[in-house]
């Protein structure tokens, strides 16, 4: 670890003045200058941290100060922490931090202050000051061709009785195609979708340089770089098929289809800045995420939803609507069976999208960094469908009453009101998937980390 040369302080990166400074003596470095003086060959290929394990949820925290870490940024735990000291090999690049950890939790607090439906619990002053900065391993794919790229053509010619005849070519294209800037996490447990949804300006990192992560944790690569690389392959081919399908050349012979066989590929590791923000839930069982990019302050996070202030919204909204209809219109009990109906098949629809989601999610079906970790695992999953069932139940009582087709309306209210009640229930167990969709389960969590003082 860095310290002070002037009088062995602790050394911290300062986003706003883009300098490294001690909190001891108040002397300021250049971060792209060496600090101190190396003592060993490998010392300068690789950079030394303190990594803190969390003994209730196995998250590990890398820091690079002498400073004990108060809880866990992953699961809030006050618990010990054992901690150790580990070398890790430099990556090539870094994109140090450019906004600061107040820019980030103005954002945050936008977001939820904006949302009506949100426990009040993800607007707590004590909650959002948790958010910490964090630096994660990307690699970073470079992709080249450079050749003629023969492809097939097909336009239609002529008719002749019940036959269609078509002229097949074959097109021969001069490439010289570069790709740059395809990037993915190597944190198994930082989810692809924030990865993906918080993009990087690449043009902006600089050779890897220990000093910019002074005063920050850092997450360490455990997942393959070759991951990912079929996926970098594929939206490169895509981005071409795009490219060469829209020419005059592609057009003129009716070509279809474009690939090509990348022949220069390479890839390198750095290190990416984010703030990170872990929220247990009010039941204490699960954890909500807040991503905000430390480099251009984009935010994505899910957020939970409050049951009772979804169902008083709801219930407003529905007096606002009868209100509305019953000025202009009288609904008949077969009308009101007929609503009922369409509310059942809206919540089937919802419940078996989330039910598939959930699956997919617990499979690791969208985060190909948590399949290579859980390749061994075999583990079965049930498919959570008991809205979707309850749906189908309140659905089918109006529908049952339609078909007998009583005299007296009271069935048909009846079996409405019956039908609306089952909804409600449904709807309370959409509410629950949902927030169980936008967060993680606390035994799930083992590599993560935060700043204590950004």
Do not use: W
Request: net charge neutral; hydrophobic share 35%; aromatic share 12%.
């Amino acid at each position: 670890m860095i310290k002070c040369p002037n009088c062995g302080g602790e050394l911290k990166y300062n986003v706003n003045d883009k300098v490294v400074k001690c909190d001891h003596c108040g002397s300021t470095f250049n971060p792209d200058e060496q600090i101190a003086k190396t003592k060993t060959a490998e010392e300068n290929t690789g950079y030394q941290g303190k990594v803190y394990n969390c003994t209730q949820c196995g998250a590990n925290l890398m820091t690079f100060d002498e400073t004990a870490i108060t809880f866990c940024s992953y699961c809030g735990s006050q618990a010990m922490l054992e901690s150790k000291m580990i070398q890790q090999t430099n990556p090539d690049f870094i994109i140090p931090f450019t906004i600061d950890k107040d820019k980030c939790v103005k954002k945050f607090k936008d977001k939820v202050n904006k949302s009506v439906f949100v426990p009040n619990y993800m607007k707590s002053d004590l909650v959002v000051e948790k958010f910490r900065g964090i630096y994660i391993p990307y690699c970073i794919y470079k992709l080249g061709f450079k050749g003629v790229d023969k492809e097939k053509g097909e336009k239609y010619s002529h008719r002749s009785g019940d036959y269609q005849y078509y002229d097949q070519f074959s097109v021969e294209f001069n490439v010289d195609a570069k790709y740059e800037g395809f990037s993915y996490d190597l944190a198994s447990k930082f989810y692809d979708k924030y990865s993906e949804a918080i993009p990087f300006n690449e043009e902006e990192k600089k050779p890897f340089n220990a000093n910019y992560m002074l005063g920050y944790y850092a997450d360490a690569k455990d997942v393959d770089s070759n991951i990912y690389l079929n996926l970098a392959i594929e939206e490169a081919n895509a981005d071409y098929k795009k490219r060469l399908l829209a020419t005059k050349e592609a057009s003129q012979y009716g070509c279809s289809t474009a690939s090509i066989k990348f022949d220069n590929i390479d890839q390198k590791v750095g290190m990416f800045p984010l703030y990170f923000l872990a929220i247990r839930s009010k039941n204490q069982k699960n954890i909500n995420y807040a991503v905000v990019n430390g480099q251009t302050g984009e935010l994505v996070t899910e957020l939970p939803v409050s049951y009772t202030k979804y169902l008083i919204g709801s219930l407003i909204m529905s007096v606002i609507i009868f209100l509305l209809i019953n000025s202009f219109l009288v609904l008949t009990p077969h009308e009101v069976c007929f609503a009922a109906i369409i509310v059942a098949m809206i919540g089937m629809a919802i419940n078996y999208v989330q039910a598939h989601a959930l699956t997919k999610r617990e499979k690791n079906g969208d985060d190909l960094g948590l399949q290579f970790i859980n390749k061994g695992s075999t583990e079965k999953y049930k498919h959570p469908y008991f809205g979707f069932v309850i749906a189908v139940i309140s659905m089918l009582i109006p529908v049952l009453i339609l078909a007998m087709n009583p005299v007296h309306d009271y069935y048909y209210y009846g079996a409405s009101a019956i039908a609306l009640g089952l909804m409600l229930l449904n709807f309370y167990n959409i509410v629950k998937k949902h927030n169980e969709l936008v967060s993680t389960k606390l035994p799930q969590l083992e590599k993560r980390g935060g700043d204590e003082s950004a």
